[in-house]
Every structure is written in structure tokens, then in C-alpha cells.
């Protein structure tokens, strides 16, 4: 990809991301113009020198305490599981490996119910206990699928997909499990699961921000070792690369953003996998755009995803993952089914 | 840069792939490493290259030890061109290229003037210039090997290592690829070390050859040295012939295909031929495979029946390229026709030089010996004697000689009255 597109591709995005962010906060049960909800935002990202007078409290209070932590988390949510999804694809060099296909969500998940049922069971509780135990899960799953699946140190689409399923059928089966053992509190682990960014806070996004922040870092670092290792291990070891290390570095990070995303927002699917691939077609297989670009476009993509959530049967919300889901597996079943040379990384 | 190997064993699944492994390669050499199947050489190119690690033994890459290296300096002096397995499909060729700068690059840092420029003078360097902007999905085989050379390159390596380049590839792609990598070790002092299927390649473009065998070495030296029919013979268990290449002297390696299925095997009688001239290769071949004692005269040396006879390792009567038969090897040959059973006299050219050949068929029908006379193309022009060979033939056929039309008669003729 030339300079020039690149910068083009981003400035795009920016500017997709800013709209979206204000017409996000405009959306919803009370309409509010985009012009307040800017207006809004800007005054309270100090700049006391737009006019705010003629604004509500109450409409500001449902910009900037309902709404906006909202769009934000959707951000972050969608562009840690397209992230996520990038860089699992890229190194099982696979093209439908994501978060959700290969059970590190399951992982999470279960590590996330198992954090809530002892904390409702004993009281057990200490700081970011969800996250931790989410993230231990993530990385189980992962050990478990990667090992799976792996013949002859190739990971194979179909043995891939297959072991992603026989780890989440067990997992959700410790997660039911766990369910029932909960009884009455069984409410709380449900919502949480089936996914949304429903009641969601400031607390929350400066809860998952670290891990967020940390992994982005890392993996936009490691943006050209991914490349490399897409020409296969061996080749990547015979251009300087520490194959294993990196690999692991890689998979260890992947598995902490989907954890991180999983323990806020429960099981979103098919974000990780459709956003790389329609980014990929834009950007071309440079992981230095692709990633980035994959951050953006997913977090946008999430945005609306929840916007259409709350708004399409409102006042009902419908969980987020299912209309991901909706979405998605059209384009699952459209990658399936395009010619094996075709879906190329 | 000068790679050696001291007592290298590695073992696989306990099973031992290498064993006791000692060379050495000197700096600026293009050194093959040759073998039947299994014989261990990928596996030593992957210890050369470290992607394994020896079990014991030791691999020196100029002066230090190839494990002192980190990884990102190993690349800087080594690169290797693995076998096409190429992913990375939707990447340019530049792109893919330029991944070969990757470890002079920091980690945040861009590529500079200068890595285009040395991605460039690679591309230029293997042919790949106007390919830069395709995908590597769009390229062709021979082309996707091109590319992969060229990122060696641009790691500006002192070591350049192959695993059979030209695997897959036809005989076009296969020589501009060898002529490309044997032109960088002339012209920048590469040292190439590759894995070689095709012996006659590694004749071509080797200057040391190592010829594994079950994990060990078997022979090692200069193709002539190590490209013997012994040698082939003993490693491949086929039986080849080797000789040198028309235009360059090197070796070369030509099949003998087999077909004993045809030919009883005989008990040990012997037959004396007449030959000379390209006539009687094949005569050779079956008669040997057929069980027969053979003897071969007179032969002008450097001739190409005289190189199969010495390939095959036949008694033979040699005369001066390019000269009559004297008396002396008239002799000689005579002599050699009373210890046979039968004679052939091969479908041979007749010229000045070689008529005492034809004498000598007469002296042995003069002897009472059986003398078989080939003649398989009567319509082609044969004598250059001004008609002192037709005669002499006349005379041959008159004093009884058996005339065969075909040398599955010849063999059937032979089985019958030997």
C-alpha cells in the first residue's frame, strides 16, 4: 500500500470514528441533536469555552454518563476483538481463526463465571479478580486448541475449527454447570454472558483499559513479526525473528485482549473474525496498517452494533452479540464457502 | 565466509540421521551436498542453518560458533532459501522483499533510503525489477524462487543456503536460478551451500561436493572426485554412466535404465567387439547386463564408445585420438579376439584409420571363431574409404560372417549358440 492510500485509508477512519462517536451519543430513547452531543462532549473535554447554557442537565447527564462511556467501551470492545482476531489469524496463519472460533472466548468466559460464582458463593474478592480469572481461562483455552490442532507444526483450518468447537461445547458445558450450581444467582452470570455493553460505566472502561492499552502496545510493536511469520516459521526464524518467544508473546497477548473484552462485555462473536478480513481487502496484509486499521473499523463496527441493540426493539435492549451475530455468520458461512485459494492472509 | 563441521550427530525419534559429520567449507565456495533420499542432507542444512541443533558436534560460522550468534546477527551474515512453502500471498514482491532487511531494522524504525536502494539492486540482481509491484500469489514458480533469492540478498548475506533451488522446476527456470547464485559467489564472494537432487546440476555448478550416505559421509571432494560410478554405484545402488560433459569436462551422470527384464541371464561366455565411433554403447550395456565376458577394440581414446567402455570398466584396446590403428594395438586386438568365443563387429564408420578393425574380423572368420556383423541402417552412407571398407565387408560376408538386422536377434543368436 502506498503512503499516500494509507493516509487517505486512516484519515477515513478518523473521521468515521469521530461521526460515529457523536452520532452514537445522539441515538437512543431521547433523541438528542448531533450538534449537543458534541457541544457536550467538547466542553467536557475541557473546552470551557463552547457554549453549554442553553444544555439540560439531564441531557447532558444522559450524553456524557449514559451514552458516552457506552460508545467508548463499544470502542475499545470492538477494536480488542478485531485486534484480537488480526493477530490470531495472522499467526495460525488461518483464515478463520478468531477469538470466538477457537475458544479462547469460551475460556474467558468460563474463567470470568467461575470469578462471579465464588465471589457469590464465599465473598471472595479481590481487585480485578474478573480479568485475572478471565484472562487464565483465555490462555487455557488457547494451550488446549493450539496443541489440538496442531499437525506437524501446521495448524489446519479444519482442525482448528474443530478443536475450537470441542473446547467451547465443554467449556459451556462447566459454564451451565456452573449456572445451576448458582441457583438464584444465576440471573446475574446470564446477562452478563449473552453479551452487552448494558449499564456499562466510566468504572468499567478505567477497569479494562490497562490491559487494553497494554496489548494494543505490544502487538503494534510486533506488527512486522507478524508479517514475517505469515511466510511460515522457518522463514521467519532466517530474517532474525525469535519465532518461539514472539509467538508466544503473541498468543499470551491476543488471549489477554479477548479477556479483557470478554470479562466487561460477556461473549461478543464474530467481531474478531469478519472485521480483519473486510479491513484486509482495504489495507492489503501489511499488519502495520492492517492493525491498526482492524482497531478502528472494529470499534466503529461495535458502536453500531449497539446502537442497533438498544435502539431496534427499544425500549427492549437486545444483547449486542446477537446482532453481531446476525451479521456475522453470513460472512462466516461466505468464507467457508469461497474457494480455499482465495481466503489467502 | 568459511563454514565448518566438526563430528556433527543428530538424531530424530532415536533414530540417528547424522552421524559424525566433519567438513568444511571454504569462504567463497559453492559447495553441494548430494545423497539418495533420506540420507540426511535437509537435515544438515538445517543444522548448518540452525533451525535444528546438533546433539553433538560442533558448527563454526567464521570464526565464532554458530550458537554464539543471536538470532537477528545470524541473519545478517546467513540467509537460506527454504523450499517453496510461501505464504504471505497478498504481499507485493517488494513487500516481501524488503522483509529482508528485517534485521538491520529497529523495532519502531522505518525503512530508509538505503534499504530501498538494496532492495532494489536485488530485485535488479535476480531478473525480479519488473515483477515488484505483483502479488506473490500472481508469480509463477520459477519466479516465487527468484523472489525468495532476491530477500536473501537483501539480508546482505555472507552465506547464502539453498535447499534444492530447483526443485519443480523446468530445466529453463533451473539454470537461471543456479546461473544467478553461482554468478553472486563469483562476483561478491558468496558462499553458497546447497542441497542438490540432481547430480548432474551439482557437477555443473559445484566446486566441492559432499555425497551422503545413511547419515554419513560417503565421498567428498570435487565433482570428479566424488561423481565416480563407484561411488554412485555403491550410494544410489545404481549403475551410471559417467562422462564428461562435451563442453565444460565436468562430469556427467547418465542412467543405464535397465532391461534385464528381457535379456536371459547368461553363463560366462566371451564375446570380443569391434566397435568404435558411438556404435556400440548400447551393445555394451546389454551384452554386460546379460551376463557376458566382453572385451572392446580398437578404440580411439576420448571416443564415446571408448568412455563407456571405461565406464564400464571393460578390457579394451585403446589407440591416439585421432589416429590410425597401428600394428601394435592390431595386435593387441587380435589377441584379445583368440580369447573370445565370438566376435560382434558393430555397426561401425569405416574410414582409413580404423579398416584394420574390419581385417580383423577376417582374421578371426579365418580362425574358425563366429563372427556376428550388425547391421541395422544399411541405407546410411558408412564407409568414407572410397570403397576399400565395402570390400572389406564383402569379404566379411563372403568368409561367413552371420549378418543380423537387429540387435534383439543379435541377443537371441548369441543365447542360442552360446
Known amino acids: ?345 | 565466509m568459511k563454514i565448518a563441521v566438526q563430528n556433527l550427530s543428530f538424531t530424530y525419534a532415536e533414530h540417528k540421521v547424522l552421524t559424525e559429520i566433519s567438513l568444511t567449507v571454504e569462504s567463497g565456495n559453492f559447495f553441494g551436498i548430494i545423497g539418495p533420499n533420506g540420507s540426511g542432507k535437509t537435515t544438515l542444512l538445517k543444522l548448518l542453518s540452525r533451525v535444528l541443533r546438533p546433539e553433538s558436534g560442533l558448527v563454526k560460522l567464521g570464526e565464532r560458533a554458530l550458537d554464539s550468534y543471536s538470532q537477528n546477527d545470524l541473519a545478517k551474515v546467513m540467509a537460506v532459501v527454504v523450499q517453496d512453502t510461501f505464504a504471505g500471498y497478498l504481499f507485493s514482491v517488494e513487500e516481501i522483499v524488503m522483509m529482508g532487511r528485517t534485521p538491520y531494522l529497529g523495532r519502531f524504525q522505518a525503512e530508509t533510503l538505503q534499504d530501498y536502494a538494496l532492495v532494489r539492486q536485488a530485485l535488479e540482481l535476480t531478473g525480479c525489477l519488473e515483477l515488484r509491484q505483483r502479488k506473490i500469489a500472481e508469480l509463477s514458480g520459477g519466479e516465487r524462487q527468484r523472489v525468495m533469492i532476491a530477500r536473501a540478498l537483501a539480508q546482505q548475506p555472507k552465506v547464502l543456503i539453498l535447499d534444492e533451488p530447483t526443485a519443480h522446476l523446468d530445466i529453463g527456470y533451473q539454470q537461471e536460478i543456479l546461473d544467478l547464485v553461482k554468478r553472486l559467489c563469483l562476483t561478491e564472494g558468496l558462499t553458497v551451500v546447497t542441497v542438490l537432487h540432481d547430480l548432474n546440476l551439482a557437477a555443473y555448478y559445484c566446486n566441492e561436493l559432499v555425497l551422503l550416505e545413511q547419515g554419513r559421509i560417503a565421498a567428498a571432494g570435487s565433482p570428479a572426485d566424488v561423481l565416480t560410478a563407484e561411488n554412485i554405484a555403491r550410494v544410489y545402488k545404481t549403475a551410471v554412466l559417467i562422462s564428461p560433459h562435451p563442453l565444460l569436462g565436468t562430469p556427467t551422470v547418465a542412467l543405464l535404465p535397465s532391461k534385464r527384464a528381457s535379456l536371459p541371464q547368461q553363463k560366462k561366455s566371451r564375446i570380443h567387439l569391434l566397435a568404435g565411433g558411438g556404435s556400440a554403447g548400447e551393445l555394451m550395456r546389454d551384452l554386460r547386463e546379460a551376463g557376458y565376458i566382453l572385451s572392446v577394440g580398437v578404440l580411439n581414446v576420448g571416443d564415446s564408445d571408448w568412455e563407456a567402455a571405461r565406464s564400464l570398466n571393460l578390457p579394451l584396446v585403446a589407440e591416439a585420438p585421432f589416429s590410425a590403428i597401428t600394428a601394435e594395438q592390431h595386435t593387441q586386438n587380435l589377441r584379445l579376439i583368440q580369447q573370445a568365443n565370438v566376435v560382434v563387429l558393430a555397426e561401425i564408420p569405416i574410414g582409413h584409420g580404423n579398416l584394420l578393425n574390419l581385417r580383423a574380423a577376417l582374421t578371426a572368420l579365418a580362425e574358425g571363431k563366429a563372427v556376428y556383423l550388425l547391421e541395422e541402417n544399411v541405407k546410411q552412407q558408412r564407409d568414407f574409404t572410397q570403397g576399400e571398407g565395402q570390400e572389406l565387408l564383402a569379404e566379411i560376408k563372403q568368409g561367413g560372417a552371420v549378418i543380423i538386422t537387429e540387435k534383439a536377434r543379435l541377443y537371441r543368436a548369441l543365447a542360442e549358440t552360446l
Open chain 1, 1 to 345: 500500500m502506498k503512503r499516500s492510500q494509507k493516509t487517505s485509508l486512516f484519515a477515513a477512519l478518523f473521521a468515521a470514528l469521530f461521526l460515529t462517536v457523536v452520532l452514537a451519543a445522539a441515538v437512543g430513547a431521547v433523541a438528542i441533536p448531533a450538534g449537543v452531543t458534541l457541544r457536550i462532549i467538547l466542553s467536557q473535554l475541557g473546552m470551557p469555552w463552547i457554549e453549554t447554557g442553553d444544555i439540560g442537565r439531564n441531557t447532558e447527564a444522559i450524553v456524557w454518563s449514559l451514552r458516552l462511556p457506552r460508545v467508548l467501551l463499544g470502542l475499545l470492545i470492538g477494536a480488542s476483538l478485531a485486534l484480537a482476531g488480526s493477530t490470531f489469524q495472522g499467526l495460525l496463519r488461518n483464515p478463520l481463526a478468531d477469538p470466538f472460533t477457537i475458544g479462547v472466548s469460551s475460556g474467558a468466559a468460563t474463567g470470568a463465571t467461575i470469578a462471579i460464582f465464588l465471589n457469590r458463593l464465599s465473598g471472595l474478592h479481590f481487585p480485578h479478580m474478573i480479568p485475572l480469572f478471565a484472562f487464565t481461562g483465555a490462555l487455557m483455552a488457547i494451550f488446549f486448541v493450539y496443541n489440538l490442532a496442531k499437525i506437524g507444526g501446521q495448524i489446519p483450518v479444519a482442525t482448528l475449527l474443530l478443536a475450537g468447537v470441542v473446547v467451547s461445547s465443554f467449556l459451556s458445558a462447566v459454564i451451565s454447570l456452573l449456572m445451576v450450581f448458582a441457583g438464584e444467582n444465576m440471573q446475574g452470570i446470564f446477562f452478563w454472558l449473552s453479551g452487552g455493553l448494558m449499564m456499562r460505566s466510566w468504572t468499567e472502561i478505567g477497569f479494562v483499559m490497562p490491559y487494553l492499552l497494554l496489548g494494543f502496545c505490544l502487538l503494534f510493536a510486533y506488527a512486522r513479526e507478524l508479517n514475517i511469520l505469515l511466510l511460515g516459521e522457518e522463514a521467519a526464524l532466517h530474517l532474525g525473528v525469535r519465532v518461539d518467544f514472539t509467538k508466544k508473546l503473541l498468543l499470551v497477548t491476543a488471549s489477554l485482549l479477548t479477556a479483557a473484552a470478554v470479562s466487561v462485555s460477556g461473549m461478543i462473536g464474530f467481531v474478531g473474525l469478519i472485521i480483519p478480513h473486510a479491513v484486509r481487502m482495504l489495507s492489503g496484509p501489511d499488519h502495520r496498517v492492517l492493525l491498526p486499521a482492524s482497531a478502528l473499523v472494529g470499534g466503529i463496527f461495535m458502536v453500531w452494533a449497539d446502537v442497533a441493540a438498544r435502539t431496534v426493539m427499544a425500549p427492549q435492549e437486545i444483547p449486542v452479540g446477537i446482532i453481531t451475530a446476525f451479521i456475522g455468520a453470513p460472512f462466516f458461512i461466505y468464507l467457508l464457502r469461497k474457494k480455499k485459494k482465495e481466503i489467502r492472509l
